[in-house]
């Protein structure tokens, strides 16, 4: 697996669990990303973009035009009551993984 | 200046021109890239930085648009539907059928394609045997890397004689001196002992004679006996398996007694019969000690040359050092500073020999004349290909309109470009077949032209099938890859549009270049195959000096009765006792005269005659008197120079001066006379005429030589040669000595046997180069006036006479061919001067083959163009603008 999808594989999960706090768009979404990983993970605009329509497409999120602050148009996401559900289901996947991993490759700390 | 809208503005472009993009995910994309921009512009960028920055951070529309649809998808293939399909199965089919109507709506294209690359392949698969078969010589031997030939150097101021023998004693020196050297053997032949059994005998077997370690030396597989001990015995004998099937039927041979000459030989072994491919060839083998009794061959004497000698370097040795090493050990043995030993590897024996005293190497072959023959070979499979390229090319306009709907269809450049190369590889893939069959139908005669063996099943062992369909292939490609490329880049608009007319622009000059570069090579043969007849005419039209006609040379043993019985006869104008014209002669070891300067070491050739040569022969003095029966000092004490050695002795008059001379006895013994000189006799050609006339010293003391010539009466031939074989089976009653002949004529004839070869095989190869050009050339004419129908048809109308048509067009294709005569003739002219230089006596080729050679391609060119001109020319102008 490389790196890429290591970045890609929990993506999903992530933003559902971002738009759990209100509506977001892409651009935000990549920045917040960033910022809350400390830039750990750098996501692209082109690996986001058509995950969000897939996502869409799957009733996990709905999206909607809006006028921005800065008066122009851009596309907001919010979640919808399909996506909480699979919210939890993807927390509970990702942590039985995380278990399992420290199972395997022992403590993670810091220094590792 | 950098505007920033109008950069978004490009960019959006850019996305919305990708097909895997909707309208809705390019907006997206459009405002996240705003949403970059001003996150970079608020970092302190300015706008134009931003932007890029920006724009990289989005990363390429393509990856953008390949993700999506990833996403998106609902079909099973990964690949997109505006993308179109690497490869279609029903094209393929498609593809062959166009290809094949094309050959059957063109057949006459489709035929100077197919039959100039059938006959470029059918000469390149020729070469591709030949020279498998000469480079595969002598391969069969067990560590026969290892083996090589000794060649002596004999080196004098002017020039250094390559003797095939060595010293007797040098090769077991050799292996007694250095470690690096393993193993040795010596080996000659002779034809002139006879082999039988009881009332049979044989005098046409090859008689080798050999050290006992020649089997285990060679590989040659034993069917009966060991090879280690098979020649150990002095009277033992190893015979081939035919001559043991001649004298003995299907019995077992081992044990029986076969003779040689008188002595009774038992058989020891039998091998297989020699392959074809060994320089090697015999019927038996006997030891080497029995040149002791028959020759007195005295094998301690450093200057007696009889064997070939060959040994076998230890494993891990380096030729070259080995090499190195020997180099001063004949001039010391010989005490001679001038001599010296060469190391001739086994394999190269076949095609590296240019030897004096070489063994009658069994179809001797020559790597000059394979790599002359290999290029002229190559240079006609390309002319067949220039043929494809230019008629391809010319007659682009035909196919524009299937590569514009190929490419409006979806069809890519490279798509096309793999069609087109599949039509040429299949038609060169049907010149092939047609190739075969030429080969097949034209083998045996090439192998009477050439003197060689070449077997046609051998195209189907599989390196060389390989190596076939590897060249069929090259040449499919090197044919077919420029039309394909430039079909394939058509632009289907203008095709389509009508506005585009094929076979012009920068092409037309190219392919006026690639018929110049055929010419030239058609050229470059013809005036090669001219200057080599010249060359062949004037060898066999020169004065020799002497008068070859109607002299026989017969090799006798020394019996009077014999001699008596000939010179009796009223038909036999004169006879003579001498070493014959036409003979290599063997150089003196020292020649000096009264005067001679120190430094001078011209090497001098004594000849042994009788008194009856000069009248035999017709030679002529020029100075003193010939040998005279009633001198009785003659015999010992005078010699007769040539012209030549005259001149080597200086300006004094030769005649009259003391001359001390170190020659070989007939009984193999060196020694030393001093003669005077009694006259001097004019210059003739002792051989080929490859070679300068060199100095001869002739001494009277031909009846120790076993060569008797006889010059007979012009009109009674046959029975004059029925005669002497009479007399020869009465004076030999036993038959010991077979009686052979050979006219003197025939001995000249045979040193230009390789040039006639040549010049046969070199005729026609030109032949069928400029049958490739014409083809070519026809196919031009033929498109060129197709193309001028209605150019033709106007000129009419205005009154144009047919042969003033037929002159405009032919005079731009002979301005071709005289162009192309101009280029290559020059430098045909200084490859035919570096083959002249082999001869000593050569033609001067001057402007006269040049001249013929221009008017003989322009004749052919003419012939070629001028029938499709001439119809043309000949059409109703009505027929031509009817069209409009």
Redesign the interface.
């Known amino acids: 697996m490389s790196s890429k999808d290591l970045i890609a594989a929990p993506a999903k999960a992530v933003i559902l669990s971002l738009l759990l706090s209100g509506e977001s768009?892409?651009?935000?979404i990549i920045?917040r990303v960033r910022r809350v990983s400390g830039g750990t993970l750098e996501w692209?605009?082109?690996?986001l973009?058509?995950?969000l329509?897939?996502m869409e497409?799957e009733g996990l999120i709905r999206s909607e035009w809006k006028t921005s602050p800065?008066n122009?148009?851009?596309?907001y996401y919010t979640l919808t009551e399909h996506g909480r559900d699979e919210l939890a289901e993807e927390k509970a996947r990702w942590r039985n993984v995380q278990n399992a991993l420290r199972k395997l490759l022992g403590p993670m700390t810091a220094v590792d | 200046m950098f505007n920033l809208e109008h950069a978004i503005a490009e960019w959006k472009k850019s996305l919305r021109r990708n097909p895997a993009l909707e309208d809705g995910?390019a907006?997206?994309?459009e405002?996240?890239l705003?949403?970059?921009i001003?996150?970079f512009v608020s970092a302190g960028n300015d706008p134009e930085s931003a932007f890029r920055k920006a724009a990289a951070?989005?990363?390429p529309a393509a990856?953008?648009g390949r993700?999506?649809y990833?996403?998106?998808r609902t079909r099973r293939s990964p690949r997109p539907p505006w993308q179109p399909p690497r490869f279609v199965p029903a094209l393929l089919w498609n593809y062959v059928q166009v290809a094949l109507r094309k050959i059957r709506r063109q057949k006459g294209y489709a035929f100077i394609n197919i039959a100039g690359l059938a006959v470029g392949l059918a000469c390149s698969i020729l070469m591709m045997l030949w020279i498998a078969e000469e480079t595969g010589f002598d391969r069969f031997h067990r560590d026969g890397d290892s083996i090589y030939r000794l060649i002596t150097e004999a080196r004098n101021e002017n020039a250094s004689i390559l003797d095939a023998r060595a010293p007797t004693p040098a090769a077991p020196a050799l292996k007694d001196e250095f470690p690096e050297v393993a193993d040795f053997c010596r080996f000659r032949t002779n034809n002139n002992y006879g082999v039988r059994l009881g009332d049979q005998v044989s005098f046409t077997e090859v008689i080798g004679i050999a050290d006992p370690s020649f089997f285990t030396f060679f590989t040659f597989p034993f069917i009966r006996g060991n090879p280690k001990t098979s020649l150990i015995e002095p009277r033992s004998i190893v015979v081939t398996e035919s001559l043991a099937r001649r004298f003995f039927g299907d019995e077992d041979p081992l044990g029986k007694l076969l003779n040689i000459g008188r002595d009774p030989y038992t058989v020891t072994g039998m091998i297989k019969d020699i392959p074809d491919n060994s320089h090697l060839h015999f019927a038996c083998v006997i030891p080497a000690v029995n040149m002791h009794e028959y020759h007195h061959v005295n094998f301690a004497g450093w200057d007696s040359r009889f064997f070939s000698s060959y040994i076998r370097l230890a494993p891990q040795t380096v030729p070259a050092e080995t090499a190195a090493k020997m180099s001063g050990f004949l001039s010391r043995k010989m005490n001679k500073t001038n001599v010296s030993l060469r190391l001739q590897p086994l394999k190269d024996i076949h095609l590296k020999s240019d030897f004096a005293f070489d063994l009658n190497n069994y179809h001797q072959g020559s790597a000059s004349i394979l790599a002359l023959f290999a290029i002229a070979a190559s240079a006609i499979l390309l002319l067949a290909c220039i043929n494809f390229m230019n008629l391809a090319t010319a007659r682009s306009a035909n196919r524009a309109k299937e590569v514009g709907m190929r490419k409006v269809t979806g069809a890519r450049r490279a798509d096309l470009v793999r069609q087109f190369l599949g039509e040429s590889i299949i038609l060169s893939f049907l010149g092939l077949a047609l190739a075969l069959l030429l080969l097949w139908a034209f083998l045996p005669l090439f192998n009477g032209l050439s003197g060689k063996i070449l077997s046609f099943t051998r195209v189907f062992r599989p390196g060389l099938l390989a190596a076939i369909a590897g060249v069929t292939l090259f040449s499919g490609l090197l044919a077919g890859g420029y039309p394909a490329v430039y079909l394939a880049a058509f632009q289907p608009a203008r095709v389509l549009k009508g506005t585009f007319a094929g076979g012009e622009r920068g092409h037309a000059a190219l392919r006026k270049g690639l018929v110049l570069l055929q010419f030239g090579l058609t050229a470059f043969f013809i005036f090669g195959s001219i200057v080599v007849d010249m060359q062949m005419r004037f060898i066999r039209t020169k004065s020799l000096g002497i008068d070859t006609h109607q002299v026989v040379t017969l090799a006798i043993p020394p019996r009077q009765s014999f001699l008596d019985a000939v010179y009796s006869n009223p038909k036999i104008l004169n006879a003579s006792q001498s070493v014959p014209p036409g003979t290599n002669l063997r150089t003196a070891p020292e020649v000096t005269w009264e005067g001679k300067r120190p430094d001078d070491n011209t090497p001098f050739y004594p000849s042994k005659v009788d008194p009856d040569f000069l009248d035999t022969f017709r030679a002529e003095m020029i100075e003193g008197r010939f040998f005279s029966r009633d001198i009785l000092s003659d015999w010992t004490e005078a010699v007769v120079v040539n012209e030549t050695a005259a001149r080597a002795m200086g300006s004094d008059p030769a005649v009259g001066r003391r001359l001390t001379m170190t020659a070989m006895s007939s009984q193999g013994e060196v020694e030393t006379r001093t003669y005077t000189v009694i006259g001097v006799m004019k210059d003739f050609h002792q051989t080929s005429l490859r070679r300068a006339i060199e100095p001869i010293v002739f001494t009277n003391d031909g009846n120790q030589f076993p060569y008797l010539n006889i010059r007979i009466g012009s009109t009674a031939i046959p029975e004059t040669l029925k005669f002497l074989e009479d007399a020869w089976n009465t004076a030999v009653p036993d038959r010991l000595f077979p009686f052979t002949y050979a006219f003197l004529d025939d001995r000249y004839d045979a040193f230009y046997q390789q040039d006639r070869r040549t010049r046969s095989i070199l005729g026609v190869f030109t032949i069928l180069a400029l049958f490739t050009a014409c083809l070519g050339l026809v196919g031009l004419a033929a498109f060129v006036a197709e193309k001028r129908t209605k150019e033709i048809g106007i000129r009419k109308v205005l009154g144009a006479s047919s042969h003033g048509i037929v002159l405009l067009q032919v005079r731009e294709f002979l301005a071709w061919v005289l162009g192309a005569n101009m280029i290559a003739l020059p430098l045909a002219y200084f490859a035919a001067g570096r083959w002249l230089r082999e001869f000593a006596y050569r033609v001067e080729p001057g402007i006269g083959p040049a001249l013929l050679a221009t008017a003989f391609s322009l004749a052919i060119a003419l012939a070629a163009v001028s029938y499709k001109t001439i119809q043309a020319s000949r059409a109703n102008p009505a027929d031509a603008l009817r069209f409009e």
């Not at chain 1, 768009?25 to 935000?28: E, P, S, V």
Request: charged share 30%.
């Open positions: 768009y892409g651009y935000q920045k692209s605009h082109t690996m973009y058509p995950l329509n897939q497409r800065e122009r148009m851009r596309k | 995910q907006a997206e994309l405002t996240a705003q949403d970059e001003e996150g951070a989005m990363g990856d953008s993700e999506f990833k996403a998106m």
